[in-house]
């Protein structure tokens, strides 16, 4: 079992960068792929961004490309996405999430096994 805390979420204007953190625990961290979606209100909950295990491969969602960009350290059990040149079109509840997939990267909610509770992201204008 894997349980998935994220943090760095908050109230930003647009244009500027903020990162969000995932932290997972248990000992199977380097054993999955990560994760993040978002989800507005509304809407379905959209892929921004995963990764694999061994981090030497990433993916993204079309309207996140070339701005954001994930990470993970998996000594310390963690994943990061960092955003940059945010637009309140980001605006959403942001959730990482673990899957035992890859080749194609899972992009898709049901490809996941485990989820964290979100941290709000909201962008003004």
């Known amino acids: 079992q894997v349980q998935l805390v994220e943090s760095g979420g908050g109230l930003v204007q647009a244009g500027v960068s903020l990162r969000l953190s995932c932290a997972a625990s248990g000992r199977t961290f380097s054993m999955y792929a990560m994760g993040w979606f978002r989800q507005a209100p509304g809407k379905e909950r959209e892929f921004v961004s995963a990764i694999n295990w061994s981090a030497d491969s990433t993916y993204y969602g079309d309207s996140v490309k070339g701005r954001f960009t994930i990470s993970r350290d998996n000594a310390k059990n963690t994943v990061y996405l960092q955003m940059s040149s945010l637009k309140p079109e980001d605006t959403a509840v942001y959730y990482c999430?673990?899957?035992?997939?890859?080749?194609?990267?899972?992009?898709?909610?049901?490809?996941?096994?485990?989820w964290g509770q979100g941290t709000q992201v909201t962008v003004s204008s």
């Open positions: 999430a673990a899957s035992r997939f890859w080749d194609p990267p899972p992009a898709r909610p049901d490809e996941y096994t485990y």
